[in-house]
């Protein structure tokens, strides 16, 4: 398994931008896929973004155009950068990454084996 560990999240007001990162530990390869969820308590845990084997971007509806994932392999870290952000993306999001997912489980968290502990982002109007 991989070890995963969230940064970044925090108070901002809508319209903001804030970064989210990522750092991975472990048995990381470079097939992994990498992603990013959001859960608000009682809610499922809802896709936000996905890199599929580090490579191809995915991005859930609702953030497409405010929100990009992106990483670094030399820091073995990926990020989300958020745009424009609503009060609606409140939310604590979890990093992600399963080693042989396939590409019609992006957006599925229960195909994901590794899990970050989860950062909160809160959105004020």
């Known amino acids: 398994q991989v070890s995963l560990n969230e940064f970044g999240g925090r108070l901002v007001q809508a319209g903001d931008s804030l970064r989210l990162s990522c750092a991975a530990s472990?048995?990381?390869?470079?097939?992994?896929?990498m992603a990013w969820f959001r859960q608000l308590p009682g809610k499922e845990r809802e896709f936000v973004a996905a890199l599929f084997r580090r490579n191809r971007p995915y991005y859930a509806d609702s953030v497409k155009g405010r929100f990009t994932i992106s990483r670094d392999d030399a820091k073995n870290t990926i990020y989300l950068q958020m745009n424009s952000l609503k009060p609606e993306d409140t939310a604590v999001y979890y990093c992600a990454a399963d080693r042989d997912l396939i590409l019609g489980s992006v957006s599925n968290p229960n195909a994901y084996d590794s899990w970050g502990q989860g950062t909160q982002v809160t959105v004020s109007s």
């Open positions: 472990g048995r990381t390869s470079g097939s992994d896929t």
